[in-house]
């Protein structure tokens, strides 16, 4: 559901790139902890027709089996690759991406990258090169046995993009728990196209980073649920939904660009502030034991983590970013109400940014319309997460 265009052809798109296929059509399992429903086909109809996403990125599309079902459907529906890259799948764009685990001998925790490949033929060629790299190229998120340099270059041969992954999450990211202080460390700055805060983060933490103010932001999802589809996405200024045209986006060319990055508060994140790992009570990073259970091992919370890492105060002019409260966060917005609300404004994205309060409190009421808007200003009061547990909106 592409905006109308304006600004010399150019059009605005909603696009949400790290989505993981739960399990293939004939049920083998793809990301062990996806839901089961979590197939290609419903991927692209809940996109489409639920979400109103008009780019995604399928980023377990390495899977042979995957490829092969992606191919039968293009036959069936008559689907084609754009001629800059991408498939055409009805309403959306799919792009190919693959997403990597790095660990080598320049760090001491695993990584997490997204590579993405423009064509089919792309993606079969990487997958088998992959294949021989990884013990199990039929599994999502599988260790490489390869350096991130090595991986970087196999990116770039095939016509690709190289993105560090959720970049700031205690677990298998760029700036974790490893000891890693610099992506120097593990990767050539030159070989990466974005980073993706993925749900722990927003513009002005990551900006505290100043190695980061090259490289352009990406609000992604990292869906292992239907429903988790666009609980973070960017919109775009692109000519077409391509592959080229996205690569262009990332760049600044041509009047392509980010319009804005639409995420998470980073305090609804699973791992904003230090809690003690066996109660997830809030601890100070620099406690020797939990004052509430006693107990002397912590999950360090992104928060903190960024201020061990800080190396700036401000970063380069960015598009905004938004906070994005999905429906499933609004207290009180239950099954009934969320099909109200499809059924009278046809996606969530048409709900989050387009319908008039007015009209949001003719269909669930004045208390969950007024919530939905004060939810498109960041002006909900919210409760930080942490340990895995996510943060939640207060009723207030």
Known sequence: MAHNKNEGGLGRYYADLHIHIGRTASGRPVKITGARTLTLANILHEAAEVK???????????????LDE??????????????????????????????????????????HVLVFLPTVQAMRTFSRWLGQ?????????????????????????????????????????????????????????????????????????????AELHRYPYLTNSDAHSLRKIA????????????????????RGEDGRTIIANYGL??????????????CLAPV?????????????????????????????EHGPKRPPYIYQV??????????????KLLARFGTEMSVLHEAAEEALAETVGEKLARLIVLARSGALAIEAGGGGKYGKVQES
């Open 231 to 250: 609980r973070e996405y960017e919109q775009v200024r692109l000519a077409a939904p391509t592959f080229a045209e996205l690569e262009k986006a990332l």
């Open 70 to 111: 992606l191919e039968q459907a293009m036959e069936k529906h008559g689907w084609r690759e754009h001629e800059e890259g991408g498939v055409s799948a009805g309403k959306v764009t799919l792009l190919l991406g693959s997403e990597i685990e790095v660990y080598d001998g320049h760090c001491h925790g695993p990584i």
């Open 265 to 278: 508060n980073p305090k609804l994140g699973k791992y904003h502030r230090t809690v003690c790992e066996r």
């Open 326 to 339: 999905p429906l499933e966060f609004i207290p009180g917005l239950g099954p009934k109400a969320y099909e």
């Open 133 to 209: 790299r990884v013990k199990n190229i039929s599994l999502s998120s599988q260790r490489i046995y390869a350096s991130g340099r090595e991986l970087q270059a196999a990116a770039k041969e095939h016509g690709g993009w190289f993105i560090p992954a959720h970049a700031f999450t205690p677990f298998k990211s760029l700036y974790g728990k490893g000891v890693q202080h610099s992506l120097t460390e593990v990767f050539d700055p030159d070989r990466i196209d974005a980073i993706e805060l993925g749900l722990s983060a927003d513009t002005a933490m990551a900006d505290q980073i």
């Open 52 to 66: 109103g996403i008009d780019i995604i990125g399928v980023i377990d599309s390495h899977v042979p089996d995957v």
């Open 284 to 312: 100070s990073p620099e406690a020797e034991r939990c004052p509430a259970c006693g107990h002397h091992r912590f999950v360090k919370g992104v928060f903190d983590r960024l201020a061990e890492l800080k190396t700036a």
